[in-house]
């Protein structure tokens, strides 16, 4: 439970700024979500710097003057990927809805189980490589952390003891995580979303812990 309970104090990454030499009306952030586009698609290993050149419309030169190397890219690519994630999690947890519909609203938009077989971006890069990846292993550790804090804290509105809604709020994300794995396996959307359905089990009880 440590997870949720002591949140990482990862630091995002510092972007480098654009140098002079880059090409006209070049936007690094734009260049970054054309580098995301080929990671998700390809993964990390598989991408070549050629790729990620031609995807984002930059030299070599000056792909390295703004960004660094190709795990930097990487990195900002995940962080900008699960920071708009989580902030539209946050905003359907403030949202004029009650605890538990903003749960399943939370669960339902982490597992996106009409999305196709590409999974996601984070849960991708993290199987990929956080094993040997000291850096993405703890971004991946602070962003699960503050989606299971933020699931946690809902479920505390909604009745369970904050013991009970840490230990539920970690299986609920495993079952989402899960949900999300066998959707890139290529399970159809009515079996993912019978899957996804047993988190009501979880959310009937705030007494029973086992």
């Avoid at 290993?45 to 990487?74: E, I, N, P």
């Avoid at 539209?88 to 999305?115: C, G, K, N, T």
Wanted: negative net charge.
């Amino acid at each position: 439970m440590s997870i949720l309970i002591h949140q990482s104090t990862y630091s995002h990454t510092q972007q480098t700024s654009p140098v002079m030499g880059r090409p006209r009306q070049f936007v690094p952030a734009e260049a970054l979500r054309d580098a995301l586009k080929v990671f998700w698609e390809q993964g990390y290993q598989a991408t070549s710097l050629d790729d990620l050149t031609a995807a984002m419309h930059l030299s070599r030169s000056s792909f390295y003057a703004c960004f660094g190397s190709k795990h930097a890219v990487m990195m900002a690519a995940v962080e900008l990927y699960a920071d708009e994630l989580f902030a539209r999690l946050e905003a359907m947890a403030a949202a004029s809805m009650s605890a538990l519909e903003a749960v399943h609203a939370v669960l339902a938009a982490i597992a996106e189980v009409d999305a196709g077989r590409r999974g996601c971006f984070f849960v991708n890069c993290v199987t990929e490589l956080a094993p040997h990846d000291p850096a993405l292993a703890a971004f991946g550790q602070y962003h699960v952390g503050r989606t299971g804090a933020l699931i946690a804290g809902l479920l505390e509105r909604a009745g369970f003891t904050p013991e009970l809604a840490q230990t539920r709020a970690v299986a609920l994300l495993a079952l989402v995580i899960g949900t999300i794995t066998l959707r890139k396996a290529g399970l159809p959307a009515p079996e993912l979303l019978t899957i996804l359905s047993q988190a009501q089990l979880l959310l009937a009880d705030t007494t029973f812990s086992t």
